[in-house]
């Protein structure tokens, strides 16, 4: 077990509600109201977006947004970057960023890639020669990135994997491999180090891991090994048993979670932060998240979009419905499909974004359980409450 003195003083929570928390992470590029969903900028830029429309007053206002170790590391590389002074520098990014530590990506991305206890052996997809992503080596390069939220190395093995021991077996190496993620990095005044939980399904696993990750004193704990197409009934059992075990005075980030009402019931149970690539991705298949009824996606391409001339929502503040109706955006989408994936990634951060903002005023005002209620019912008003 470490014992190096991390900064504790880096989330306050302001208001809580039931399990549901409001709060305010204060890092070195400004504070970042919680709950917030960071969305993912594989090389700390939205795929589809630019830096002002993330940031502007009449942009998204985007506290912080997400980078991965991996694809920086490969490009432009730890040394390029750390010369440069790092990440904020190189993407003239002003607000904060929190890294990935890359082992999910690449066993997620490369077909090849093998865990050992060294850590992620994986071929360049530049060059093809072998790579190996240690703890070490991942912190090096996240010092080196410069991130203010900075990820321990974990061995993730998807929750549908039906072996056991490997489950029992990546438990255990992701605790081992937090305390060399301790011991390796070298700039914690700066850069707080969030640790991971893993233990797939296993109630008894995900204890284990919980009573050791909690007696190593981070700023973060993140819940992972989650939102890979478990059932739902599992997915949020595992999130209540996290939650219930992390300490409240640190801010929970569950990974890889981006569908709206997943989004809210994990307030309800008490977690603060969330990525994932999903608003962007559906955005460039052609989809706008909406509120309900479900599934809440609205098909810019679908036929019965060709004569609506209202707005994607009558409430987002946005240009993609300031200044385009659902009727002209379904004829931009058969001719110019990539300015459609712009609008529509913004309207789906944005969306996103909004949400977490309504979360957290409902919790401020002592209305979170009634507020959530409603929003479920406008979702889904065929389900019998
Ligand atoms: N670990 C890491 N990154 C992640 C996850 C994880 O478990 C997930 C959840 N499947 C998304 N991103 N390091």
Redesign the pocket.
Known sequence: MQKRPQSTRAFTVEHVDGLARAGTLHLPHGPVRTPVFMPVGTQATVKGLTNAQMTDGDGLDLDICLANTYHLGLRPGGDALEALGGIHTFSRWPRNVLT??G???MVSLLQFSQVTEHGVHFQSPVDGSAMLLTPERSMELQNQIGADII?A??D?V??TATDAARFAEATERTIRWLDRCIRAHRRPQQQLLFG?V?GGLDTSLRQRCLQQIVQRPLPGY?I?????GEEKRQFWRVVQQCTATLPPDRPRYC??VGYPADLLVCVALGVDMF?CVYPARTARFGSALVDGPAPGVLKVRAADMAADYRPLSADCPQRCCRAYSRAYLHVLAARDASVVAQLLTLHNVAYLTRLMRRARQAIAEGDFPSWVQRWFRQQYPQHDY
């Open positions: 990935d530590s082992g999910f990506q990820m190395l974990d993730v998807p929750a991971i893993q993140a992972g090994g989650l939102a890979g990974m890889g990525d």
